[in-house]
């Protein structure tokens, strides 16, 4: 029983680093992309990302012997996740802004623990089913925010389509966890996103995204150090725990965007109370799932 609450409690300290770290990640994004577009901060993550992953492979002793099918289900979610959703999110932020893009994205837990139960067989409480539902209903409050700043609904589409990607590749990782360590698994997720995403840029002719100097080159570099520590946190956290409970500690992350927003975003973002009421809400949603389950 005390194994179980310490591993319990492991998975809880992951996920929430993770939540956090990605909160950070959006801030610094935010920064970035005063000067240059989503194209060029994504392929830097993506860069960072790469680097910092293999370089950790290498200092823990080398990839192992993974499984030939884990590796196809991180290179799917490098795929899914990693160029779908990352680049959905670094669109999005530039079109809604940090606080209501990291509020819809993280409508991903729903989607998470659907997808987990269809395929996987976890067990949902009811505890986490309501904890969810509460992080749901207080991230769509967060959104209706949106609309006293000159949102339109269509743009909602972008931080939305990102949500459903991170909620799908969720299940990919945890799946893959089962053939791969979570160090090799990650590295060859964002390897397999910096390929794909830089063929695409010179196919399409954007070279020039590849390129960037001054601040935003280091608000871009910090920030995929941010995210990418953050995705391996959260990875690592499904290795020791379920997607169904994972998923939605590490989706508080739009708490620390706000708190965050109001230190460094003033001139930026906008607080309101639906905003706030919206992070109560998720706050408790948190409650629930960690208390409770």
Same mark, same amino acid.
């Given at each position: 029983?005390?194994? *179980?609450?310490?591993?319990?409690?492991?998975?809880?300290?992951?996920?929430?680093?993770?939540?956090?770290?990605?909160?950070?990640?959006?801030?610094?994004?935010?920064?970035?992309?005063?000067?240059?577009?989503?194209?060029?901060?994504?392929?830097?993550?993506?860069?960072?990302?790469?680097?910092?992953?293999?370089?950790?492979?290498?200092?823990?002793?080398?990839?192992?012997?993974?499984?030939?099918?884990?590796?196809?289900?991180?290179?799917?979610?490098?795929?899914?996740?990693?160029?779908?959703?990352?680049?959905?999110?670094?669109?999005?932020?530039?079109?809604?802004?940090? *606080?209501?893009?990291?509020?819809?994205?993280?409508?991903?837990?729903?989607?998470?623990?659907?997808?987990?139960?269809?395929?996987?067989?976890?067990?949902?409480?009811?505890?986490?089913?309501?904890?969810?539902?509460?992080?749901?209903?207080?991230?769509?409050?967060?959104?209706?925010?949106?609309?006293?700043?000159?949102?339109?609904?269509?743009?909602?589409?972008?931080?939305?389509?990102?949500?459903?990607?991170?909620?799908?590749?969720?299940?990919?990782?945890?799946?893959?966890?089962?053939?791969?360590?979570?160090?090799?698994?990650?590295?060859?997720?964002?390897?397999?996103?910096?390929?794909?995403? *830089?063929?695409?840029?010179?196919? !399409?002719?954007?070279?020039?995204?590849?390129?960037?100097?001054?601040? !935003?080159?280091?608000?871009?570099?910090?920030?995929?150090?941010?995210?990418?520590?953050?995705?391996?946190?959260?990875?690592?956290?499904?290795?020791?725990?379920?997607? *169904?409970?994972?998923?939605?500690?590490? !989706?508080?992350?739009?708490?620390?965007?706000?708190?965050?927003?109001?230190?460094?975003?003033?001139?930026?973002?906008?607080?309101?109370?639906?905003?706030?009421?919206?992070?109560?809400?998720?706050?408790?949603?948190?409650?629930?799932?960690?208390?409770?389950?």
């Amino acid at each position: 029983m005390v194994a *179980s609450r310490s591993v319990s409690g492991t998975v809880a300290a992951l996920a929430l680093a993770s939540a956090l770290l990605s909160a950070a990640a959006t801030i610094l994004i935010r920064y970035g992309l005063q000067r240059y577009g989503p194209y060029t901060g994504f392929w830097i993550n993506l860069v960072v990302g790469t680097t910092g992953l293999w370089a950790a492979v290498l200092l823990t002793g080398g990839p192992g012997r993974p499984s030939a099918g884990s590796l196809a289900f991180f290179v799917l979610a490098g795929l899914v996740g990693t160029v779908g959703g990352r680049l959905l999110r670094y669109i999005s932020i530039e079109a809604v802004g940090a *606080s209501i893009s990291a509020a819809l994205i993280n409508l991903s837990p729903l989607v998470s623990t659907a997808v987990a139960v269809a395929l996987l067989g976890e067990r949902v409480t009811p505890p986490i089913l309501v904890g969810t539902i509460v992080i749901v209903a207080g991230t769509t409050l967060l959104s209706l925010g949106g609309r006293g700043v000159g949102v339109t609904p269509g743009q909602l589409l972008l931080p939305l389509g990102s949500a459903l990607c991170f909620g799908v590749v969720a299940v990919l990782r945890k799946i893959g966890l089962s053939g791969a360590g979570a160090i090799v698994g990650t590295a060859a997720n964002v390897t397999t996103a910096l390929v794909a995403f *830089s063929t695409f840029l010179l196919a !399409s002719g954007h070279r020039g995204a590849m390129g960037c100097r001054g601040r !935003s080159l280091a608000y871009f570099v910090a920030a995929g150090l941010a995210e990418n520590v953050g995705v391996f946190l959260g990875v690592v956290a499904l290795s020791l725990g379920a997607v *169904s409970v994972v998923t939605p500690l590490a !989706s508080v992350a739009p708490i620390f965007v706000l708190l965050l927003s109001g230190l460094f975003l003033r001139r930026i973002e906008i607080l309101n109370a639906r905003l706030v009421v919206g992070t109560v809400l998720i706050v408790l949603g948190a409650y629930l799932i960690t208390a409770f389950k």
